[in-house]
């Protein structure tokens, strides 16, 4: 693992049995690259700006201490941690079996704006592990003020979808044999509550055993306790997301339409990726004085 001399803002990690590797930009803390049996895992839009001028689409954003915004602060979309620079802290572990690596993030990082909307003393400590076709990133909060803060938090990953063209009988016709987003099945979110953010947030119960994603889809599934949640790309391949110490999944596409108005996300960007993001969004969680809140996640690639 090094902070290489020509891209000293960003952080490769390789673990060497199996050449799995994982890029890291100190800004936000943001998984922008994990590869391993020689694919790309994570999903950057096309449009994503890299200059540290806004929050990278795509990979993993650390969306901390809000989801979305709250009125009681004044801070940007999804808070500060995704568009702050992280201190590197270095190998933690580096075995035949994992590479670990650490970043932090504490209020002497933000800007006096910042520090001002959210005027709490706090630790953030961000673990990457990477094994042979699993990558882990575990967040840990450390209260260390004087009084309790509350925050949420979600890793909002962009898992890649592949488009692939999928051989079927004569007569060829290619919208039935390209497969993409359209055709990913997610298993695992069955009976949960969902709170649907593109029908003016209303509550409903998924009742279907295999999720898919036609059109935009904007939903967090609340206090998910099924272990793992698979995303079935339909090729063969996919993921298993496992989520430890969060209570929520956020199941995200922004479809066609929505992504002509974002200007960070190709036109034709979307049929890549699919969001599955693990935090505790659904509710506040509360962090009394010197106490320490560790949540996160572990994808399989299979
Ligand atoms: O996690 C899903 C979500 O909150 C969506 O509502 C969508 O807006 C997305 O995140 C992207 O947010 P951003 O601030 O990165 O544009």
Known sequence: ALLSHSQPHIVSIHHAASAASAEIYLYG???????????????????????????????IPVVFPVFGTQEQFNLPQHGFARISKWEWLGIITETDEEISVQFGLGEAKLTDALRLAWPNSFRLTYTVTLTADMLKTVLSVKNEGSNAFEFNTLLHTYLSVPLVIVPTPLPFRFDRNLQDVSRIHISGLTGHTFVDKVAANARHVEDRELVTIQGEV????????????????????GYVVRKTGVRDTVVWN????????????????????ICVEVGSVGELVLLGRGETWTGGQTITAL
């Open 218 to 237: 904007d939903r967090v599934y609340v206090d998910v306790q099924t272990p793992e949640i698979r995303v079935d790309d339909g090729v063969g391949g």
């Open 254 to 273: 922004i479809g066609a339409e929505k992504a002509r108005t974002m200007a960070d996300m190709g036109d034709n960007d979307w049929p890549h990726y």
């Open 29 to 59: 803390a943001t998984l922008s690259s994990w590869k391993t049996k020689g694919k790309e895992r994570l999903f950057v839009s096309t449009k994503a700006i890299l200059d540290e001028s806004k929050a990278i689409r795509g990979g």
